[in-house]
């Protein structure tokens, strides 16, 4: 059963950030809740104040800047951004992840500030985002700041938010010449989160040797992970079928899975060593041809 | 296929609830809703095994909203059980009393005036427990130290089960090659859609009106009369819509009962729905088994002897898994000739939630390990996998030795049409392949120990002036379209239109007496009572007839299509419905009436009848992940004369989709007595985009004890599927699963051991 | 507690609750407005049984707070047929036996249909699977329930029914 709470509905940002500073530890906000109002109904989240940011739709935009690259409102829909033709020229990645996240009735409420904010370990904007080196804009109402959405995460289910600050933007930077972004999560069944994923980013120079890497592993450990060991491996090589095998093998070091009833640890740890090779194949590919 | 030719049977009709289903005008005891209704909610046990050392409710009564607490003492405290005519079978008193033996029974119930309070109420009632040491584990909980679970019962063996035929230890002798297994087989969530749920009524004139979503409105009207102390006839169970059951809702529930408790000590409307973690961990589920299989075979193929033992995991209480020990056991032979057959079962008490039926009864369970090894013996021997089927399958006419005997069987033709399918299919890309798996199952439970050894079904027909049919059936449609197969035999029968039957069902009330919906009976039972009552009812209507034409009532009378008529000339009649007009007139003021019923008289103990099937599924694996996609599922089918054919359709594809679960998907750990995932993200069903198509290639055959030749369907295609999977798995890969579900982790590990050298797992 | 004014349309009629913030739309629709069709079948937003329409989206009624839809139109299962006439999806239905128990019918119905104005023709099968992705069925194994939605979408029920909304 959900606690009763006050609802605060804010007409804008100004007023929405008016009353996080008010209220601060005491109040929560909601967006599109498809994760709040489970964890709400199961007694796990109780406050006082409830801050509805779903009507701001001042943050719902998709808009491409040819400097700073893709900006992402925070109440913009699942949906909307995989419906997008910008996103699926522009970043097919995001689109076929987004395509794959829950259900389309989650997607056409659920928002993509929302999902980040949750900060669920196992969520699939998170890891593609950081792969494609996506930076947050966090407001209160002092000012704003940038943070990169690998650092976005301190630990399990958190978030460097203060409770006076909302998550306003989500910003991908312009893709790269000769560079792509793969991903892939491992499930039983269609859509449902990654019992492990991963993220890869690859970017290629006029010699076919790997430029620069970025690998994202999802649900191997409380927050999604930089695999920079891995990445070292392919830095700098032409990448083959034995580099694509090496970089496997070393995420499944870098990883620090837990087990649950769905996987154990070292099944975690083999389930990324094959997606990792895997991935950085496909992303290899991909960006070879671009 | 033959053409049709019947008018309504095997058409392609509406279901006769469609239009309410499907514009959302269906009412679920989920639905209901009284004047002054209050709702339950139930205090359930944290532990696996304890003593209640006393219940305090007093802060609970104080809540503002609460208007009742009850607890176990507030009840006769009867031990009940489905089977009741077996009183070491009745061992759950539901709302228990002195001990708790599973994680989720229930302690107390409380009613108030709505969800909210009444769950801050269960918070507010004191329990004392003295926590005792719990098993889990059926093979733990045999051992001779073990935790007593019931008293008296040694070991917590709750039932055992033998069945024998031949010399086995002689039939084994003349084998040339025998080979032994071990196998593990995970239970299983019912997971309908609609939770078990019930609203009890009970008024001042001392009489209880239970709306409960339940396979057997009979079993609960008398079930309830035991438990409560009253009268059956006081009591009318409802039950217009039910949202699924599979099995799991034809015994007596927390819902129905503490409802009833409740409402009998406020002369109010109580409702109790579960929430679906309830659903998972407080209901009975499908039965975890290990299961022990020694099979000896001559070196053509010839099936000599085979020896099964078998421990069942039976939870806190019996429940219908008594029946499942036998079934599984009965359905292990099936369908082959075995010289000797030896199984015995034994059901073991654990502290886990109670297992019991669940679509197939024991019988998935038992063809994932014998039509496994069955592959593998073949594989052994360079053997092929159809022909020793062949060789050995059942076929019409054969006598199971003291266990049954079987009517029509197309078993044959369905090796035949699968072999061809298969040949059809041609070499399959890397890493696919397809399994097969025979099955052949009951056609209705001839077993009924509630009140009296034998099954039986009634049914009412009654005409009405303008035509129109009620037909009033005890039978319960719970979605497998019971209501239309049945309207339909009566339809053909009577040789009207079907827009012209009314069916009535679900209420004890109106409808007569029939033990519901399970052990696919319906369609063969009820379907019987069901022809019968037509055909009485059309008797005394063709009396008129034969008065009004002077034709002759047995050689030249016919009513089809709407149309009485001379049978050798068609256009000399008249319209049905002035018929029953003029029949009716000239009657004393009533309406005909047609009564039918039927048992199945010196049919064995099993079954009258025997469906048969052999599944092919092609799977796909990902042999570096394990993952397992299922491509398609094809099935020679036979079921007798089909009845009702979008409802065959829809019973096929609706038993792979649950059968598949049971085969790769559904894993249902339970830990310390604990279910680990009770809930609907942690456990998987599958969904749309991963249901395979299936084909149903179906056999012509004609069942003498089912009406108009028909048998059942849908609840023998749970059977096959994940022993295709797991043969499938074997050829794509050549491992050997021997537990199910099988997930992608055990086939990684299986790989693994392989390589080792380790042969099969 | 505060309770708040909600004013909606629900199958274009419009609707007034006064409630506690906490109510989700599927319970303002079942127990305040009285709307049966719609059903709940779990805790954790998985089932889809609670699917109702949005200004035209799919939504899970238990996943949105009744609140946001002020001002929105809801369609519900009831809002479908017009004057009796029902909706060609409904027809389908009927004609594949795309149902058995029924509780998830109204929900798969209304995923059906907003799947179906978004992509009146799908490019094949799967993806009308993908639009009905967050619905379960136990009972029918979905295939009929595919194939009653490519029905309609291969224009079976045009000039039968207006398909056209």
Known sequence: MIHDFTYLKPGNVKEALAMLAQHRDSAKIICGGQSLLIIMRQGLVVTEYLVDIKGLDELSYIIYDPQAGLKIGATTTHRTIESASLVREKYPVLAAMETRLASIQVRNWGTIGGNLAHADAAGDPAPVLIALNATVTIASSIGIRIVPLEEFYPGLFETVLSPDELLTEVIVPPPSARSATAYQKFNLLESDQGIVAVAVSLSVNDAGVCRDARVVLGNAAPVPIRAKNTERVLIGSKLTEKIFAKAGETAREEADPVADIHASEDYRRHLIAVLTRRVTKEAWEQACQA | MTANKYSVLNTRVHNVDGYPKVTGRATYTFDVKLPGMLYGKILRSPHPHARIISIDTTEALKLPGVKAVVTGKDTLGVKQGIWRRYPELCDEQILTIEKVRYIGEPVAAVAAINEEIAEQALDLIDVRYEVLPFVDDPMEAIKKDAPMIHDGVERNVNVTRHIEWGDVEEAFEEADYVREDWFKLGGQAHMCMETR?????????????????????????????????????????????????????????????????????????????????????????????YYYVRTGVKKDGTFCAREARVFTNGGAYTGMGATALYLTGFFHSFPYKWKAYRYDGYRVYTNSLPSTSMRGFGAPQAMFCSEQQIDWIAADLGLDNIEIRRKNAHTAGYEVPGQATIGS???????????????????????????????????????????????????????????????????????????????????????????????????????????????????????????????????????????????????????????????????????????????????DGQRIIGRGHYTPHRKGMISPAYSYMVQAVEAEIDVETGKLSIIGCTTAHDCGQPINTLGLIGQLEGAASMAAGYGYLENMPVEDGKVMNPNLVDYKIIRAPDMPECEIIEIDTFEPEGPYGAKEAGEGLTNPTAAALGNAIFHATGLQMKQAPIMPEMIVNAFREKEKGGGTP | MEKQLLRFYVNDQEYELFINPKTLLVEALRDHLGFTGTKRGCDTASCGVCTVMVNGMAVKGCSVLAVQVNGMNVTTIEGLEKDGKLDPIQSAFLDEGAFQCGFCTSGMIMSARAFLNETPVPKDTMEIRRGIEGNLCRCTGYNSIVRAIDAVAKGKYRGVCDDSK
Not at chain 2, 209 to 216: L, P, R
Not at chain 2, 274 to 280: I, L
């Open chain 2, 409 to 587: 069987c197309g078993l044959g033709q369905c090796l035949d049409r699968i072999e061809e399918w298969i040949k059809a299919k041609g070499t399959l890309p890397k890493n696919r392949a397809i399994g097969i798996s025979a099955a052949g199952f009951m056609t209705g439970g001839i077993f009924n120990w509630f009140d009296s050894p034998y099954s039986f079904s009634s049914a009412v027909v009654t005409i009405n002036v303008d035509g129109v049919v009620e037909l009033h059936v005890g039978a319960q449609d719970i979605g497998q379209g019971s209501n239309t197969t049945l309207a339909m035999i009566c339809a053909e029968t009577l040789g009207v239109k079907l827009e012209n039957i009314k069916v009535h069902s679900g209420d004890t009330d109106h409808c007569p007496a029939d033990l519901g919906a399970w052990g696919s009976r319906q369609t063969l039972m009820a379907g019987n009572a069901v022809k019968m009552a037509a055909e009485d009812a059309k008797k005394q209507l063709l009396e008129f007839a034969s008065a009004k034409f002077g034709y002759n009532i047995i050689y030249d009378l016919d009513i089809k299509d709407d149309w009485v008529h001379n049978v050798a000339r068609p256009e000399r009649g008249m319209n049905y419905v002035d018929l029953v007009k003029e029949a009716l007139r000239g009657k």
């Open chain 2, 197 to 289: 749920a019930a609203v009890a009524s009970y008024t001042p004139d001392k009489k209880l009106t239970v709306y409960t979503s339940t396979q057997s409105p009979y079993y609960h009207q008398a079930l309830l009369a035991g438990v409560l102390g009253l009268r059956e006839s006081d009591i009318r169970v409802i039950a217009h819509y039910v949202g699924g059951g599979f099995g799991g809702k034809f015994e007596l529930d927390a819902a129905q009962f503490c409802a009833s408790v409740l409402s009998m000590k406020l002369s109010k409307p109580v409702k109790i729905v579960f929430t679906r973690e309830e659903d998972f961990i407080a209901t009975k589920r499908r039965t975890p088994m």
